[in-house]
Every structure is written in structure tokens, then in C-alpha cells.
């Protein structure tokens, strides 16, 4: 599974590429829904390491508007659960994503991205 | 199981000789593999338990993915995310735990960097930079751990295999010892995998997986006492980091050798990322 969270965390790393490498762009995806545990604890204290931006901006390319754009300073419940969702409960089974600095394609499938790269393409 | 270990020299180049000898090897004996990893060190759940609810981080060199649902007393939330160069053992590590597909793999080198820079809070790499095949690819998969964490308090716990395979427990203290490596340091050995059944209990099929008993020959780097950190001190200067504890009034950005030993016949070095905000 590629779920949000984990596609906040990769980067493009091609030789040489290494300004406007994220996020990686999704394509072609077959998404998954997968009920996850919600943990109000850990959203809260992991969100300031969210790249905020590049999290709503791939939700709404997937069709899910329910995230503000602007990360808000005070949270309830409601809100929690909407972030909970996004991060962990959409998964990207097969599809590919790609770079929007040099266009690597990195593909998925089976729920596993393709991060390798061939030796020559390692910076 | 006592595998007999034989010398072996690097050959071929250092990029074929682990495809060879260590990736094929491992995705074809993965599901035996497996069936014998399932124990966690405690050492690992004792540092993963230390973190606070809410860190995100990398296994780097995952295998089975038996680090993924750490810490055994889930009182604090983390996050771990595996990644291996054998996709047959990522098929495995996405059920870690038992439960179906919910563990977060990605199938990348522990040379590359297809992270977000100091994205993680802690990287751990367990029994996995001891399959490569050079100094310098060693060194360099210290980096792209260093890299991979937060430079304000990133955390980072190194396991490898170490020449001295006897039960006593010997840590050292940091700072005790010179650090100094030179490019024969350790030694290079094949380590025997016998695959005598294709399919262990429970475990899956996976494609390319062997049908009759074979032996396979894993490389193996085995360290040297002083070797790890070595590599540390040198990954750090390399990226302009200064080694040890912060001072105030000292240097802007260092890392921290929290601990380095020795336990269970492997070499383990634990390290800690500081930064300090506006020279303070
Ligand atoms: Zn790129």
C-alpha cells in the first residue's frame, strides 16, 4: 500500500535532481479503501511533520476536497478524523508516480512502489 | 544452526557482486528466510519504546519486516516504514504483525535517497549494511541514514554483523576508542543459506522461489571492533557534522554517538542528530 502518508515522504532521487523533486506526482492509480485504527494522538503529533501542502494538494488530485488548505493551528475531533482518513485509509494499489522536476516514472504496483534506480540514474 | 563460513574477496564489481550474492540470494530464499526471522532484538523494542507518540520512521533494509509493528507494548504510537531491496521479502514485510497488508514498504536501495530530506524522526538499519561490498558503499549507506532524519534530534540505530561471534557482552563507552579504519578492516565472508524445504509452514509461494534444496552463498561483511563507528566519524565529516555531544558555544550541527557495543555477535551504534537554532 502507498497510502498519503508514506507519499509525503518520498522524493525524487535521479541524478542530478534535486530542486522541485516533491511530491512525486500520482498517475493512472487504482485506490483502495482500508480501515485503519484512528489515533488522535499520533495525528496531532505527527502533523507538523506533514508536508502540508503537497498532502491536500494530492488529496484533491485524487477527488477528496475535505482537508482546508490552510493547516489549522486548532483542531477538533472532526477534523482529526477527516486527516486520519486521508493519511491512512486511502491506499494507491497499482498506478505510478512521477517527477515533476526530471519525469522519472516510479511505478506501483501490488501496493509497492519502485524506488530503485538503475546505477547509472543514482546521484 | 550452525553455518560454516568461508573467506571470500569482491571479484566482480561491488554493484554486481551484491545483486549476485545478496539480493538474488535473498529474494529467492525469502519465505524460508522469514519463517525463521519472527523474534525482534530486544535492544531494537527498547529504543523504538523510547520514542514519542507521533515519530515517523525508516527501516532501512526492513527484510520480513519484523521491526514494523514496534514497539511489542504499544503504550506510545510510532510509525515505521520498511524498505528492502528484495521485493519477495516486501511482499512478507506488508503483513508484519499479522495483520493483512498494513504495513507501509517500499521496494528502494539503502544507497539511494527517495526521501524527503530529514523527513523521519529515527531510521533504523538492522543486519543490513554488512551486504555491501566496499567501504566506501558502507560509508555511504551511513549517510543516506544521517540524511534521512531530522537534523534537530533525528535518531539513528546501526546493527552489523561483527568478527567477534563469542556470548560475551562487551560495550564500550563513547569516546573511549580511536576511531580509524583502513580498507582492510573486517573481513568478507559467504555465509551459507541451505533451503531444504521450498515452502516453509504458512508462508506463501512466491514467484522465482527455488523447488529443491539448494544451497545459497549470502555475502557478508563482518565488522571489526571500532569499524562502525568509523564509518559513522567518517559519514559525518563528510557531511559537514561534527562528532559528538552538543556544547553550547561549540559547533552549529553534529551527531551524537549515544551508544556503541556489541551484543549478540553483531556491532550496534546508535546516534543522535542536533542542530542548534540561531547559535544558541
Ligand atoms: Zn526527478
Not at chain 2, 137 to 163: C, D, M
Request: with cysteine.
Amino acid at each position: 500500500m502507498v497510502r498519503l502518508i508514506t507519499h509525503n515522504l518520498l522524493a525524487c532521487h535521479a541524478k542530478g535532481c534535486t530542486s522541485n523533486n516533491f511530491p512525486l506526482q500520482l498517475k493512472d492509480v487504482q485506490l483502495e479503501q482500508r480501515e485503519a485504527e484512528f489515533n488522535p494522538d499520533f495525528l496531532r503529533r505527527f502533523m507538523p511533520k506533514l508536508d502540508w501542502g503537497a498532502l491536500v494538494d494530492t488529496a484533491r488530485q485524487l477527488g477528496d476536497d475535505s482537508l482546508p488548505l490552510e493547516q489549522p493551528e486548532m483542531f477538533d475531533d472532526d477534523f482529526l478524523r477527516k486527516l486520519h482518513h486521508v493519511l491512512l485509509e486511502v491506499s494507491v494499489e497499482e498506478g505510478a508516480m512521477v517527477c515533476p522536476n526530471c519525469s522519472h516514472i516510479y511505478p506501483i504496483s501490488n501496493g509497492i512502489p519502485n524506488m530503485l534506480l538503475a546505477e547509472n540514474e543514482i546521484g | 544452526m550452525a553455518p560454516k563460513v568461508t573467506a571470500t574477496t569482491i571479484s566482480l564489481d561491488a554493484q554486481t557482486h551484491e545483486d549476485t550474492h545478496v539480493h538474488a540470494v535473498y529474494d529467492q530464499i525469502a519465505s524460508h528466510f522469514s519463517s525463521t526471522r519472527y523474534k525482534p532484538w530486544p535492544i531494537i523494542d527498547t529504543f523504538i519504546s523510547s520514542l514519542p507518540t507521533g515519530s515517523i520512521g525508516l527501516d532501512s533494509g526492513t527484510g520480513n519486516g519484523k521491526y514494523l509493528p514496534l514497539p511489542l507494548d504499544p503504550v506510545k504510537s510510532v510509525m515505521t516504514i520498511g524498505m528492502d531491496r528484495s521485493r519477495n521479502l516486501l511482499l512478507i514485510a506488508q503483513n508484519a504483525g499479522g495483520k493483512e497488508r498494513s504495513r507501509e514498504v517500499v521496494w528502494g536501495d539503502v544507497l539511494g535517497g527517495c526521501w524527503r530530506r530529514g523527513a523521519f524522526d529515527y531510521a533504523i538499519s538492522i543486519a543490513t549494511i554488512h551486504h555491501l561490498a566496499t567501504p566506501e558503499r558502507r560509508r555511504a549507506a551511513v549517510e543516506r541514514l544521517l540524511e534521512s532524519v531530522t537534523p534537530h534530534g533525528g535518531r539513528v540505530l546501526i546493527y552489523v554483523w561483527a568478527i567477534e561471534q563469542d556470548v560475551l557482552s562487551k560495550r564500550s563507552i563513547p569516546g573511549e576508542e580511536e576511531a580509524q579504519v583502513q580498507e582492510t578492516a573486517g573481513r568478507d565472508v559467504f555465509v551459507p543459506w541451505v533451503l531444504s524445504k521450498p515452502t516453509a509452514k504458512g508462508s506463501p509461494q512466491l514467484d522465482g522461489e527455488a523447488e529443491s534444496p539448494q544451497v545459497f552463498n549470502r555475502y557478508y561483511h563482518m565488522f571489526e571492533a571500532g569499524e562502525l563507528r568509523g564509518l559513522v566519524v567518517q559519514a559525518a565529516e563528510r557531511m559537514g557534522l561534527s562528532v559528538g555531544e552538543e556544547v553550547a558555544g561549540g559547533e552549529k550541527e553534529g551527531v551524537e554517538i549515544v551508544q556503541d557495543g556489541w551484543e549478540r555477535s553483531n556491532y550496534f551504534v546508535e546516534l543522535r542528530r542536533w542542530k542548534r537554532v540561531n547559535g544558541i
